[in-house]
Structure formats: C-alpha cells, structure tokens
C-alpha cells in the first residue's frame, strides 16, 4: 500500500491516497509533528516520552525514528518555555 495513509481519528479510520510527505504539508504544523517515517501524531495526543519511545493518550506506543529525534527535542523545549 505504498503512498497510501491510515488516518485515526476519534471515531473512525480513513485511508487516503496520500505520501506522508504531502500530508506533513497539508497538516498544521503547530498541531502535528512528524516522529518516524510511518508516524505523524497530533501533538496534544503525546502522553508522555521515554528514550526513543513515545505513549500516545489512547495508550499506543510509537518508536521515535532517529531523524526526528532532535526535532521532537527541540518541540519539546519550546512547550517547556
């Protein structure tokens, strides 16, 4: 299912034609952030962070990738300010 994406919502599941590329676009960034190559999660939804492990509010575990280690770091001493 290359380019195709799996949206959670609340209540429902959409899968889109879509790359993760353009739906990063598309999304605001001040509300979402990409944290692997397969995961953009709304920021609100993180739970909490441990190592490269992060815990949704819905209780899911998502794996940091390492390229977006730094940025989620970053993200994370903006809220802390």
Same mark, same amino acid.
């Given at each position: 299912? =290359?380019? %195709?994406?799996?949206? %959670?919502? =609340?209540?429902? =599941?959409?899968?889109? %034609?879509?790359?993760?590329?353009?739906?990063? $676009?598309?999304?605001?960034? @001040?509300?979402?952030?990409? +944290? !692997?190559?397969?995961?953009?999660?709304?920021?609100?939804?993180?739970? !909490?962070? @441990?190592? @490269?492990?992060?815990? /949704? /509010? +819905?209780?899911? $575990? +998502?794996?940091?990738?390492? /390229? %977006?280690? $730094?940025?989620?770091?970053? $993200?994370? @001493?903006?809220?802390?300010?």
């Amino acid at each position: 299912m =290359k380019d %195709y994406i799996q949206l %959670y919502l =609340k209540e429902r =599941k959409i899968i889109t %034609y879509l790359t993760m590329k353009r739906i990063e $676009e598309i999304l605001p960034a @001040n509300e979402f952030m990409r +944290v !692997s190559r397969s995961y953009i999660i709304r920021k609100s939804a993180i739970k !909490s962070i @441990n190592g @490269n492990m992060l815990e /949704t /509010t +819905v209780g899911e $575990e +998502v794996m940091i990738g390492g /390229t %977006y280690t $730094e940025a989620i770091r970053n $993200e994370i @001493n903006e809220w802390l300010r």
